[in-house]
């Protein structure tokens, strides 16, 4: 089993759609949780990082359940510039304690 | 600008030759660490340093690769006898806690 698993993509939404990325990961030991955004032929850049307790930031809504140890990533009334590859992170534990182990990441394309 | 740089940009070379690439983190980032990342997939982790010493390294990190970080500042990743599986985006990033910024990545490609 991958470390940290993503639905495959792409997703393909209008303009003010809501969507909703999933994520699995396997360590039940890991303890920080990120979605990146990756533009096309750009670095990486963080998105958010995801509480326990779930977090929003404007359009974005990150949720964390260490139970299913699933997290997710929701984007509502979707913007053009929204168009990225969204990239779910885990900190992955022992050793450095500072090493993230990105998902393969899920293209989302947002159309007029 | 003040963010993470990499140098060169981008890199064609022959296999079998030595490429090396440079890394300047932000300041006063006290880590710093090297990704791996390939058409359709997301960045996988190579070594990381802390000041200037090397803390881990990934299995991926084969013996014709090494990274150095000297005085605790720039970095430099090299790869010797380079291989066509060696091209690849190859990203920096530095940080002071968990969130990591990155560079715009050297993309090399081995013909």
């Known amino acids: 089993r991958k470390e940290v698993e993503q639905d495959p993509g792409p997703f393909n939404v209008p303009e003010g759609a809501t969507v909703a990325f999933n994520c699995t990961y396997s360590?039940?030991?890991?303890?920080?949780f990120f979605w990146y955004r990756q533009d096309c032929r750009k670095e990486p850049k963080l998105l958010m990082s995801v509480y326990s307790s779930g977090n929003e930031d404007g359009r974005f809504t990150a949720q964390l359940n260490r139970a299913s140890q699933y997290i997710s990533l929701l984007i509502r009334d979707s913007k053009l510039s929204d168009s990225a590859t969204y990239l779910c992170?885990?900190?992955?534990?022992?050793?450095?304690?500072?090493?993230?182990?990105f998902g393969k990441g899920t293209l989302l394309t947002v159309n007029p | 600008d003040t963010g993470v740089s990499q140098d060169p940009r981008h890199k064609i070379t022959k296999r079998g030759q030595n490429v090396t690439f440079r890394c300047d983190p932000i300041s006063e980032h006290n880590r710093l660490y090297w990704y791996r990342q390939t058409l359709g997939q997301g960045p996988e982790f190579l070594t990381y340093f802390q000041n200037e010493a090397q803390l881990e390294k990934s299995r991926l990190l084969s013996d014709r690769f090494s990274a150095e970080r000297p005085k605790g500042s720039f970095s430099t990743l090299e790869i010797q006898r380079t291989e066509q599986g060696d091209s690849a985006m190859y990203l920096c990033a530095s940080s002071l806690a968990h969130e990591q910024f990155f560079g715009p990545g050297t993309r090399l490609t081995v013909l």
């Open positions: 992170v885990v900190n992955t534990p022992g050793g450095s304690n500072y090493k993230l182990t």
């Open positions: 360590n039940s030991a890991s303890q920080s």
